[in-house]
C-alpha cells in the first residue's frame, strides 16, 4: 500500500534546540512530497515541498528537509526551535504518479522555554 | 493575495439537520479537495474533483453526505441529516493539477462543524 507515516505524533524540544521530525513514505515511483504546518485554528499552510529538483529542500520560518531515496525519507528539520514554531506538522505525498495528496497522521511540535 | 475561501467558519447544529459548507477554491485551480479533520482520525480525504468532475469520493459515507461544484468558483459539501459523530474541521483545499512540479493544495481556513 502506498502510504506516508509520520513517526512521533507528538515531539517536544527546549527553544534553541534543533527540530528533527521524521516523514517516510511509501511509493513505487519517485514521489513528490510536501510538508505543511498548522497552527491552532487555521488550516494548512504548505513549508516546503519536493518535486525531484535538489534533494535539500529549504522552506519558509528555517525550515528544510532531505529527500534520501535509500531510506525513503524526508524528515524536517530546523537548527533552532523558536517558541512560535509550536504547531501540527504534517508530511504529505503525490504518490504513484497519483492524483491525491496523501497525508501522514501529523506530528504535534512543542517548544519549551 | 489568492486563497480558498471557506463558509461558514463555525457552524452548530442539531442532529437530523442538513449541513452545507461552501468553498470558492482559488481562481484558475482546476482541482478541489474535502477533507475531514478530528483528534481520532486525523485528516480524512472525503472527495476531490477536477474540472468541476468528481474523481474519488470513496472516503465519503454516501449515505448522508453528497459533494458537488455547481460552477467552478462553488464547491459544497452537505450532510443530511447530520449527525454528533460528524463534529469536526472541514477543509477544503484546491490546486493546479497538470504539472506534478507545479503541484501543491492550498488550504482554506476550514468549518467547525458541532452536531448536538
Known amino acids: 500500500a502506498q502510504s506516508v507515516t509520520q513517526l512521533g505524533s507528538h515531539v517536544s524540544v527546549s527553544e534553541g534546540a534543533l527540530v528533527l521530525l521524521r516523514c517516510n513514505y511509501s511509493?513505487?515511483?519517485?514521489?513528490?512530497l510536501f510538508w505543511y504546518v498548522q497552527y491552532p485554528n487555521q488550516g494548512l499552510q504548505l513549508l516546503l515541498k519536493?518535486?525531484?529538483?535538489?534533494?535539500l529542500v529549504k522552506g519558509i520560518n528555517g525550515f528544510e528537509a532531505e529527500f534520501k531515496k535509500s531510506e525513503t525519507s524526508f524528515h524536517l528539520t530546523k537548527p533552532s526551535a523558536h517558541m512560535s514554531d509550536a504547531a501540527e506538522y504534517f508530511c504529505?505525498?503525490?504518490?504513484?504518479?497519483?492524483?491525491?495528496?496523501?497525508f501522514g497522521g501529523g506530528t504535534r511540535l512543542m517548544v519549551k522555554p | 493575495d489568492a486563497r480558498v475561501t471557506q463558509t461558514p467558519r463555525h457552524k452548530v447544529t442539531e442532529m437530523g439537520q442538513e449541513v452545507t459548507m461552501r468553498c470558492q477554491p482559488i481562481?484558475?485551480?482546476?482541482?478541489v479537495f474535502w477533507y475531514r479533520q478530528t483528534m481520532m482520525q486525523g485528516l480524512e480525504l472525503l472527495a476531490y474533483?477536477?474540472?468541476?468532475?468528481?474523481?474519488?469520493d470513496s472516503g465519503m459515507p454516501k449515505d448522508r453526505f453528497s459533494a458537488e461544484m455547481p460552477d467552478a468558483t462553488l464547491a459544497t459539501l452537505k450532510i443530511q441529516p447530520s449527525e454528533p459523530r460528524d463534529s469536526a474541521v472541514y477543509f477544503c483545499?484546491?490546486?493546479?493539477?497538470?504539472?506534478?512540479?507545479?503541484?501543491?493544495?492550498?488550504f482554506g481556513q476550514g468549518t467547525r462543524l458541532t452536531v448536538v
Open positions: 511509493s513505487s515511483v519517485p514521489p513528490y
Open positions: 504529505a505525498g503525490l504518490l504513484n504518479a497519483g492524483n491525491m495528496l496523501t
Open positions: 474533483f477536477r474540472n468541476r468532475a468528481p474523481l474519488d
Open positions: 483545499a484546491s490546486g493546479l493539477w497538470g504539472d506534478r512540479r507545479n503541484t501543491e493544495a492550498f
Open positions: 481562481l484558475g485551480h482546476n482541482t
Open positions: 519536493y518535486t525531484s529538483a535538489a534533494t
